[in-house]
């Protein structure tokens, strides 16, 4: 037997239709991709926060630094001061006052 001989346009419009439809699953399946990742994304809390977070306490720390900086530059810059010296004769000694116990009514040292 002689082999069939093929209709080359019906062959070509299969092989046409055939990589259509491939082309449509894969649309579809990445379409399909696309929406699950959407809804898993949905619920999830975001990182965007934790970066907000942390850009945050970067700039609280680089202003605190800057304003010890600044403080420390003004000290330098202002002249000490010496402390004046006590005066003489103004401050009491605390030995020479003794305070009255309760033996001391009863010895009769008196009020």
Avoid: F, H, Y
């Amino acid at each position: 037997m002689a082999p069939k001989s093929t209709n080359a346009k019906k062959e070509a419009g299969r092989a046409k239709k055939a990589e259509n439809e491939a082309k449509k699953q894969q649309v579809a399946a990445a379409d399909k991709e696309r929406k699950e990742a959407e809804s898993w994304g949905e619920g999830a809390k975001s990182k965007k926060s934790k970066e907000d977070k942390e850009e945050k306490r970067r700039a609280e720390l680089a202003r605190k630094a800057e304003n010890a900086r600044l403080l420390a530059e003004e000290e330098a810059s202002l002249p000490s001061k010496a402390k004046p010296a006590p005066k003489a004769g103004t401050k009491k000694s605390a030995k020479d006052v003794k305070p009255a116990g309760p033996g001391a009514i009863a010895a009769g040292d008196g009020l």
